[in-house]
C-alpha cells in the first residue's frame, strides 16, 4: 500500500483521539458562544479538514468563509510577511469571528492576519487552533480554543501537508527527517 512506504515514523494523534477533541472543541465554542451568530474565517488549505468536522460540532448559527494565505520567509520559520492569496467575500464588520487555523508554529502568519483582520472592525476576533507548538513562538499571543499541544515534531495529515502531499490522511502522524 501506498501509506506503508511513507516516512511517518508514528501516528501522534489519531482519528479517534482527533473525532472526541473535535467534539469537545465544539462544545466549548458553543458555550462561549450561546446566544451569538458565528463567522468562521477557514485558513486553506490546512484547516479544512479540522474546519469541516469542527462545523459540525457546533451548536449554533454558523456561517463561513474562506482565506488563503502564503507566508514568506527563509528557512523553516515562516517571516509574518504575509501575502493574501484569496480573500474573504463576506463583509466581517460587527461579526463574531473565528479565525480555524490548523497549526501555530512561530505565530508570526497568524499574528498578521489578525491584524489585517481587526482592522476590519469585527465585534469580537479570536483563534481556534488543532495543534500548537508553542516551544517555537516567536510573537505574543492569545489562543483562544486549542486541540492539542504538541512537540517541535513535524506533522502531517488531517489537513496538513508536506510539499502539498498527505493532507487527506484521517490521522496525525509525524514525518521523518
Ligand atoms: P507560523 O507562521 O510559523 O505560525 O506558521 C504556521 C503555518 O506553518 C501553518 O499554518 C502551517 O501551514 C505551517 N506549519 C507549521 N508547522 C507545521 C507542521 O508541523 N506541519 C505542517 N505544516 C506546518
Ligand atoms: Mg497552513
Redesign the pocket.
Known sequence: MWLEKQPLTEVLISKKELAQKVEQLGDQITRYYRGKELFLVI?LK?SLVFAADLMRCLDLPVTIDFMSIS?YGNGS??S?DIKIVKDLAADIGGKDVLIV??????????AKLQSILQKRHPNSLKICTLLD?PS?RQVDMQVDFCGFTIED????GYG???AEQYRHLPFIGVLNG
Open positions: 485558513i490546512g507566508s520559520i515562516s509574518g487555523e490548523d497549526i501555530i508554529d512561530s505565530g508570526n502568519t497568524l507548538k517555537r515534531k513535524f506533522v502531517v496538513l501537508d508536506f
